[in-house]
């Protein structure tokens, strides 16, 4: 999560959805002490700094928090009069990335598990069963209404992205953040794993329009 008092905005991060390039462009226009604690680590009373605009509060926002979550903790003016947007990604693409980012990145909780999958088919089978988490939790309430005003898209990352600036009154450009170096995602999957994604990821595919051969 990325929020500006000064531009009124908060940008919902799905993890592996390009957010730490949005974060990276954006992050300048968060309140200065939130910056900071981010920066050190250091709570911000620790600091000795007081939070300007009062309705931070310094919470500890998790950086992956839902729109949902978001919107019970923050004032009502503050939720409802910003500009919120969150990014997304075909469902089949978003498995390979996320698989490819948990046994390159060492330090991730998951790395050994993940790692003594012999495969990725049995990655897949493992996430449709017993870890799934579907992208429209991010940015939907209790009721499966959207409760962002944005929605891009990583296949139309840039334009999508252009469009948020304008909304938000800025001049920003989107550096190449954890990109990692693979196939294209359609050589991961046979029939199987891709009807598994489709089966199991239905409700994000639908939401979003996806197909496979997005």
């Known amino acids: 999560m990325l929020i500006s008092f000064s531009h009124r905005f908060i940008f919902i991060h799905v993890y592996k959805v390009a957010g730490s390039s949005i974060r990276k462009a954006l992050g300048k226009y968060e309140p200065l002490p939130v910056r900071l604690k981010r920066i050190t680590g250091i709570s911000l009373k620790k600091l000795g700094l007081l939070d300007p605009e009062k309705q931070l509060n310094y919470r500890n926002y998790d950086t992956h928090i839902t729109a949902k979550e978001l919107k019970k903790s923050l004032p ?77 898209k990583i296949e139309s990352l840039e334009k999508d992205f252009d469009y948020v600036c304008k909304k938000i009154g800025i001049r920003s450009s989107l550096p190449h953040e954890n990109r990692s170096q693979r196939r294209d995602y359609r050589s991961y999957y046979n029939e199987r794993t891709k009807q598994l994604i489709y089966e199991h990821f239905r409700e994000d595919i639908e939401l979003f329009n996806y197909t496979f051969d997005e």
């Open 76 to 152: 009502k003016k503050v939720y409802d009069g910003f500009f919120k947007f969150a990014f997304v990604r075909n469902p089949w693409d978003w498995q390979v990335s996320l698989y490819h980012y948990m046994l390159r990145k060492t330090t991730h909780y998951q790395h050994e598990f993940i790692k003594s999958f012999e495969s990725f088919d049995q990655y897949i089978e493992w996430r449709v069963t017993e870890d799934k988490h579907l992208q429209k939790e991010f940015v939907t309430d209790d009721y499966g209404n959207i409760i962002v005003d944005f929605i891009g």
